[in-house]
Nanobody
Framework: QVQLVESGGGLVQAGGSLRISCAAS????????LGWFRQAPGKERDFVAA????????YYADSVKGRFTISRDNAKNTMSLQMNSLKPSDTAVYYC???????????????WGQGTQVTVSS
C-alpha cells in the first residue's frame, strides 16, 4: 500500500510561481510512474503531468506545457511540480498519483494523495 501526501499549495498572484511536492511511503517508490492531476470546482479531474519510473520520460497537458515541470527524486521518495507563469485558470486542487505507467487517464493510477489547493489570483 502506497501512501501519497501532497504539500506546498497556496495562494499566488497571476504570473507567479509555486512548487508543490508529493511524498510517498509504504511501497517501492521507483517501480511506479507518477502523475499530477487537478480538479477545479464543478469540473472533472484533469491530467496535468506525468513522469516515468526513472524520470527519463515526462508528459504534459497542452495547457501547462512550457510552464510546468515535473520531476522526481527516487532517493527521497518525492515528486515535485514546478509551476511558473501561473494563471487564474490553474486554480484547482492538485493531486499526485502513482501507477504502473505514466498515463494521462486517471483510471490508470492506483494510488492517490488527498490533494493540495492551489489558488491563483488575478
Amino acid at each position: 500500500q502506497v501512501q501519497l501526501v501532497e504539500s506546498g499549495g497556496g495562494l499566488v498572484q497571476a504570473g507567479g510561481s509555486l512548487r508543490i511536492s508529493c511524498a510517498a511511503s509504504g511501497g517501492a517508490f521507483s517501480i511506479y510512474a507518477l502523475g499530477w492531476f487537478r480538479q477545479a470546482p464543478g469540473k472533472e479531474r484533469d491530467f496535468v503531468a506525468a513522469i516515468g519510473r526513472y524520470g527519463g520520460s515526462t508528459y504534459y497537458a497542452d495547457s501547462v506545457k512550457g510552464r510546468f515541470t515535473i520531476s522526481r527524486d527516487n532517493a527521497k521518495n518525492t515528486m515535485s511540480l514546478q509551476m511558473n507563469s501561473l494563471k487564474p485558470s490553474d486554480t484547482a486542487v492538485y493531486y499526485c498519483a502513482s501507477g504502473f505507467s505514466p498515463a494521462t487517464a486517471a483510471e490508470q493510477y492506483r494510488y492517490w494523495g488527498q490533494g493540495t489547493q492551489v489558488t491563483v489570483s488575478s
